[in-house]
C-alpha cells in the first residue's frame, strides 16, 4: 500500500512523524517531488485566486502525486497545543481541496486536534493505523519509532543545522549574523523561497531560523506579547523574532511572507513597530508565484552590506 504525502505546508514541521509513522506502519512512503514551475503551475489552475501561494502550492502537490498512490495525506490542522490554532486554511484544507480538486478520490483526511493532553497524538495514530487496517502493536512501535525522529530532527536544528534543506552546520565565525523568521513552509520550500537562506550563507551570513532556537527561550519570549496570538506558527515566528531583537550578536531581522498571508498582516507589522523600538535591521521580503529571483538577490545583497557597514562602525568604536 502507498500513501502519498504532499511536500508543501506542515511537511516541513512534521515531515520526520508523518514520514517514519507511515514507514513503520508497513507502507511505502511516497513524498512528492520538490516544487518546481510545473507544481505550482498545477496549483495556480486548481486553486482559487485570491489564495495565498503556499495553498496553491499544496493544490499542486496533492495534484502531482495523487495518481501514484492509494492514498494522499491531507491533515486538516486544528491544533497542536492549548495555546493557539492554525490559519483557517488549515482548518479547512480537505473540503478546499474536494471542490478544487474533483476527481481526487483517495484522500486520507486526518483531523489534528491534540490540544488537551500528548496522549491525544497516541490515540490519533492508533485511529489511523486502525483506518489502515494496522494492529495496536504495529501502531504503538511506529508511534514510539516517528517520536524519536521528530526529537532528532528539532536537535539538528538545536545544533545549527537546517535538515530541510540538507544544511549540517554553519561556520560561526561568519561576520554576520542574521535571524530569518518566516512559517517552515516559506523558509525550507526552495523553490518557494528562491533559496533565499542558501543565498545568504553563499553571502557569508550566519542564518538562524525559529525552528533554532529552543522552546523554553521562545516561551519566555512571548510574555512580552500582551496576548498571545491564535496561530501556532505565527506564535512561533513572534517569539523568535523577539529572542533576536534582544540579542547583541544578531545584525539584523528578515521577515519571510507569502503575499496575501492574513495572521502575517498582523504578525509582520507587530514585529516592524517593535524592531524600531529595539533599533534593529528589519527587512521584510513577500513573496508569491510572480516574484523574480534577481530583485530578490538585490535587496538581499544590500541589506548585508548595510549590515556590514554597521558591523564595521560598531567595531570601530570599540577598538
Not at 155 to 171: A, K, S, T
Not at 196 to 220: A, C, Q
Request: with cysteine; aromatic share 12%.
Amino acid at each position: 500500500m502507498k500513501i502519498g504525502i504532499p511536500r508543501a505546508l506542515a511537511y516541513y514541521a512534521y515531515y520526520p512523524f508523518i514520514n517514519t509513522f507511515f514507514e513503520k506502519l508497513g507502507l511505502e512512503v511516497v513524498v512528492s517531488d520538490e516544487t518546481t514551475k510545473e507544481t505550482m503551475d498545477y496549483g495556480i489552475d486548481d486553486t482559487i485566486t485570491d489564495a495565498c501561494v503556499p495553498i496553491k502550492l499544496f493544490h499542486g502537490h496533492v495534484r502531482s502525486i495523487m495518481d501514484k498512490v492509494d492514498y494522499v495525506l491531507v491533515p486538516r490542522l486544528v491544533s497542536v497545543n492549548r495555546e493557539a490554532t492554525f490559519c483557517p486554511k488549515f482548518l479547512g484544507l480537505p473540503d478546499m481541496l474536494r471542490c478544487s480538486i474533483a476527481d481526487l478520490k483517495n484522500e486520507l483526511e486526518v483531523r489534528v486536534d491534540i490540544k488537551q493532553s500528548k496522549l491525544k497524538l497516541f490515540l490519533l495514530c492508533l485511529k489511523v493505523a486502525k483506518q489502515l487496517k494496522k494492529g495496536f502493536f504495529k501502531a504503538y512501535s511506529a508511534y514510539l519509532q516517528a517520536l524519536f525522529s521528530f526529537r532528532n530532527y528539532t536537535h539538528q536544528f538545536l545544533q545549527g543545522g537546517i535538515p530541510p534543506l540538507g544544511i549540517v552546520g554553519q561556520h560561526k565565525d561568519k561576520s554576520i549574523r542574521l535571524g530569518v523568521v518566516g512559517y517552515p513552509y516559506m523558509l525550507y520550500d526552495s523553490y518557494l523561497s528562491l533559496d533565499l537562506i542558501r543565498k545568504l550563507i553563499s553571502m557569508g551570513v550566519y542564518v538562524v531560523t525559529p525552528e533554532m532556537i529552543p522552546d523554553r527561550e521562545k516561551k519566555r519570549q512571548g510574555k512580552k506579547l500582551k496576548k498571545t496570538l491564535f496561530w501556532t506558527f505565527s506564535n512561533n515566528v513572534i517569539r523568535a523574532a523577539y529572542h533576536f531583537f534582544e540579542r547583541q550578536d544578531v545584525d539584523g531581522v528578515i521577515h519571510i511572507t507569502a503575499f496575501g498571508c492574513g495572521p502575517d498582516f498582523i504578525v509582520d507589522k507587530l514585529m516592524e513597530i517593535d524592531a524600531k523600538n529595539y533599533k534593529m535591521p528589519f527587512l521584510t521580503i513577500t513573496l508569491d508565484e510572480h516574484t523574480g529571483q534577481e530583485g530578490l538577490n538585490t535587496r538581499l545583497e544590500a541589506f548585508v552590506d548595510m549590515l556590514k557597514i554597521n558591523r564595521a562602525k560598531k567595531e570601530a568604536l570599540f577598538a
